[in-house]
């Protein structure tokens, strides 16, 4: 089978899913896409608007209906699952660093410098709101790279749910 295949099955099940579930079922696939399955967030969302959103509404009470079912559960679940892989680099990000320095070309001493340097910066938050923001960016990448910089916590949570 290959990635595509299962790409097509994973997004074929999340629409079922969201179908049969309701708007609950955003939340989790969401979350379910955040910790470890690949599914295309920008997909669940187009998708679940298609199916949760009538198409009968005016465009103010879409938009509504959209961000109460969609966008906010969406963005909460996007949050916490996030924090998987936050913590993965938050902990896991020092023996990582020390025990693979050779291959990566740096050490824990030089991601030190690194977290002082976007430690509270608002170019780091804004970033991370970017990152976020942008459909099909890896976002594990964004997360993992956020713990093993030990950025603030709440700061990531914040930038990571608006974005």
Not at 76 to 94: D, L, P, Q
Not at 109 to 120: I, S, W
């Given at each position: 089978m290959v990635f595509s295949e299962i790409l097509e099955a994973v997004v074929v099940w999340s629409m079922s899913f969201i179908q049969a579930y309701g708007p609950y079922s955003v939340f989790l696939v969401v979350i379910l896409e955040e910790i470890l399955i690949p599914i295309p967030s920008p997909l669940v969302i187009m998708g679940a608007g298609f199916i949760l959103v009538p198409a009968?509404?005016?465009l103010q009470e879409a938009m509504w209906q959209t961000l109460l079912v969609i966008v906010i559960p969406a963005s909460?679940?996007?949050?916490?699952?996030?924090?998987?892989?936050?913590?993965?680099?938050?902990?896991?990000?020092?023996p990582a660093v020390n025990k693979m320095h050779k291959f990566l070309?740096?050490?824990w001493?030089?991601?030190?410098?690194?977290?002082?340097?976007?430690?509270?910066k608002k170019s780091t938050w804004i970033t991370i709101f970017i990152l976020r923001a942008i459909p099909f960016f890896p976002i594990a990448?964004?997360?993992l790279t956020a713990g093993v910089l030990r950025l603030n916590k709440w700061k990531y949570a914040l930038a990571t749910f608006l974005g």
């Open positions: 009968n509404l005016t909460i679940a996007s949050t916490i699952g996030s924090f998987f892989t936050y913590f993965i680099g938050y902990y896991g990000g020092k070309g740096f050490g001493a030089e991601v030190e410098k690194a977290e002082k340097r976007f430690t509270d990448l964004v997360s």
